[in-house]
C-alpha cells in the first residue's frame, strides 16, 4: 500500500460486501500522528521497560497491520536489545544501511542470558568496539543477567565507550563481576555518567577497595542508586559518594549478609553523601529474617539521617511481611532538614496474595501505634511550615508489576480494602488530614505521578527561593527584627501558596 493512501485501523470489509459497509479509514497523517504521540510518552531514560504503557501501546501499533509496523518501526528502535555477538553485528549492518537511525538509538541492553540466569557478556567488548561514533544520541546503557568473567572483555575495547559521549545513565542488574575493577574501569570509560544504578551485584572479589582504583570521573556523579549488591561493590559506592556530590541517594539492605555488618555499611554509605543528597530511597527485602529485623530496633545509630542539611524528600519501600514497618516513626524523628517537604512509605504486596497480606497489614495498622506516633512527629514544629500539600504519603504496590496502573479488574473486595485503608490512615493521623498533607496511593502509577507531583512543587518552591532578593543590613531595632522574623519566614508560606495553587 502507498503511504498516500489511507490506513486501515482494522481488517476491513471489501466494497460491496454483504456482510455490511466498510469499515472507515483514517487518513496516515492521522495515524502518524498518533504513533508519534504515544512514542513522546515514552521516556527512554527510565531503565524498567517491561510493561511501560507507551512501549506496550507502540508494539501492539507495530502489529496491526504491514504499514504500521513501519511507522512505528524507528520509534520501537529507541531501545535495542543485544543478546550476543550477531545480535551486536546486526544492530553494525542495520545502522550502516539505514543512517538516520543512529540518532534513534537512546537505549542499549546488554544481557548475558533469560531472567534468572547469568552467562558471559563477551559482546560488550563487541558492542563497544563495533558501535562506536555509529549511536550518538545513545543515553542509558543497560547489562543485565550477565557473568562478567576475567579475561571475557578486554579492558582496551571498554575503553572504545567513551566515544559515546551522551551516555550519562548505566544500569547494571543481576550481574557476577569478577572484580569491582571491571565496574571501575566501566564507569571511568564514561565521560558524561551522572546516574549509576547496580541492583543485585555479586563480586569474586572480597577485599576493600582501593581508593587508588577509583573512577576518574567519579567526582561528577549525581544519582547512585546500590541495592542488595556485594560488600566490595558497596564500598566502591562509598567511596565514589564520599568524592561527587550525590543528589540523589537509594540503597539496599541485603539481608543475607551479617546483620551489624549489612546495617553499619548502609548507614556509612548514607552519612557519606549528607551534605548533599537530596533524596534518599531505602528498600527492605521480603526475605530480611526476623533476627536481622530485630537487631536494628535497639541501636539508634542506624539510619539516622540527622546530617543530611539537604534532604527534601524521603521514600522508603517495605515488602511484605513487612517486619520493618515499626522503624518508620524513629527515622522520621531523625530528620531535622529545613528543606523536608515529601515522604512516601510503599508497602509491596503480591498480586496472588494481596488480598490476604491487605488484610494482615490492616490488622497491624489498626493495633499498633505507628500510625499515630507518625502524625504525632508531623506536627513538631521543624515540620511545621515545610510539609508539602500531600506530601506524607502511604503507598500500596505490587512488586511484580512496575507499570500497574490502577485496581479496577481486582473486584469490588479489593477495592473495598483500599477504602478501608484511607479510612485508616484518615482517622489514625487526624491532624497530618486536616493540614492536608496526607495522601494514600493504591498502585504504581499513582506514585509515580505523586512523585512527579513533590518535584514540582519542590522545583517551584526554589524558583521563588532564588528569586527572592538578598536581605539588605539593616540596623538592630524593633522594627528591623519584626521585619527580619517576616523575612525568614517567607518561603515556608510561599511553598505552600505554591503547593495549594498546584
Keep these: 500500500m502507498d503511504r498516500a493512501e489511507s490506513i486501515t485501523t482494522a481488517a476491513s470489509t471489501s466494497e460491496g460486501s454483504s456482510h455490511g459497509p466498510a469499515i472507515s479509514r483514517l487518513p496516515v497523517e492521522v495515524c502518524e500522528r498518533i504513533i508519534d504521540y504515544l512514542a513522546a510518552g515514552w521516556d527512554t531514560g527510565y531503565v524498567v521497560a517491561k510493561g511501560e504503557p507507551h512501549l506496550t501501546a507502540l508494539t501492539s501499533c507495530a502489529l496491526v497491520c504491514q504499514d504500521w509496523y513501519f511507522l512505528t518501526w524507528y520509534h520501537l528502535r529507541r531501545r535495542v536489545h543485544l543478546r550476543d555477538r550477531t545480535d551486536v ?11 538516520r537511525l543512529r540518532e534513534v538509538v537512546h537505549q542499549v541492553v546488554i544481557s548475558g ?6 552467562q558471559p557478556i563477551r559482546h560488550l567488548g563487541t558492542f563497544a568496539v563495533m558501535l562506536a561514533g555509529k549511536a550518538p544520541r545513545l543515553r542509558v546503557i543497560i547489562i543485565e543477567h550477565a557473568e562478567w568473567t576475567i579475561g571475557s572483555v578486554r579492558m582496551e575495547d571498554i575503553g572504545f565507550l567513551g566515544v559515546f559521549s551522551y551516555i550519562d545513565t548505566l544500569n547494571i542488574s543481576e550481574v557476577t563481576l569478577s572484580s569491582v575493577a571491571q565496574l571501575s574501569h566501566l564507569v571511568s570509560a564514561l565521560p558524561r555518567l551522572r546516574n549509576l544504578w ?7 572479589q572480597k577485599q576493600h577497595v582501593s581508593p587508588a582504583s577509583l573512577p576518574l570521573n567519579c567526582a561528577n556523579m549525581k544519582c547512585l542508586d546500590v541495592r542488595w549488591v556485594a560488600p566490595a561493590v558497596e564500598d566502591l559506592f562509598m567511596q565514589i559518594s564520599r568524592a561527587s556530590r550525590v543528589r540523589d541517594l537509594a540503597l539496599g539492605v541485603d539481608g543475607e549478609l551479617d546483620p ?26 521480603s526475605y530480611l529474617p526476623s533476627h536481622v529485623a530485630d537487631c536494628f530496633m535497639p541501636t539508634e545509630r542506624h539510619y539516622n539521617l540527622s546530617h543530611h542539611d539537604q534532604l527534601w524528600k524521603l521514600e522508603i519501600s517495605l515488602y511484605h511481611p513487612f517486619a520493618e514497618w515499626l522503624w518508620i516513626p524513629h527515622i522520621l524523628s531523625r530528620i531535622v532538614s529545613k528543606h523536608f517537604q515529601a515522604m512516601v512509605v510503599m508497602l509491596w504486596l503480591r498480586t496472588d496474595n494481596m488480598a490476604e497480606h491487605l488484610d494482615g497489614l490492616l490488622m497491624t495498622m489498626e493495633q499498633d501505634d505507628v500510625l499515630a506516633r507518625l502524625d504525632s512527629i508531623l506536627q513538631e514544629k521543624r515540620f511545621s511550615g515545610t510539609i508539602a500539600s500531600r506530601g506524607f504519603c ?25 477504602d478501608q485503608l484511607d479510612e485508616l490512615v484518615r482517622r489514625k ?9 496526607l495522601s494514600t496511593v493504591h498502585n504504581t502509577q499513582d506514585i509515580y505521578s505523586w512523585s512527579q507531583d513533590m518535584d514540582e512543587i519542590h522545583r517551584q518552591s526554589m524558583q521563588v527561593e532564588q528569586k527572592k532578593p538578598p536581605e539588605r543590613m539593616r540596623t538592630p531595632g524593633p522594627r528591623s527584627s519584626t521585619q527580619h522574623v517576616l523575612t525568614s519566614l517567607q518561603p515556608c508560606i510561599l511553598a505552600h501558596i505554591v503547593a495549594w495553587s498546584s
Excluded at 553485528?89 to 543512517?99: N, V, W
Excluded at 502511604?394 to 483500599?418: K, P, Q, V
Excluded at 487526624?430 to 498533607?437: A, F, L, T, V
Design 113 to 118: 542470558a533469560s531472567p534468572g540466569e547469568r
Design 89 to 99: 553485528l546486526s544492530l553494525s549492518k542495520t545502522l550502516r544501511a539505514k543512517p
Design 394 to 418: 502511604i503507598g500500596i504496590g505490587d512488586f511484580g508489576d512496575h507499570w500497574a496502573s490502577g485496581n479496577t479488574g481486582m473486584g469490588s473486595a479489593l477495592r473495598e480494602r483500599y
Design 429 to 437: 493521623m487526624p491532624r497530618s488530614h486536616g493540614r492536608g498533607i
Design 198 to 204: 547496580c541492583s543485585n551485584v555479586d563480586c569474586l
Design 260 to 285: 551489624s555488618s549489612a546495617a553499619s555499611r548502609s548507614q556509612t554509605l548514607l552519612d557519606a553523601s549528607s551534605t548533599s543528597a537530596e533524596t534518599v530511597s531505602a528498600g527492605f527485602p
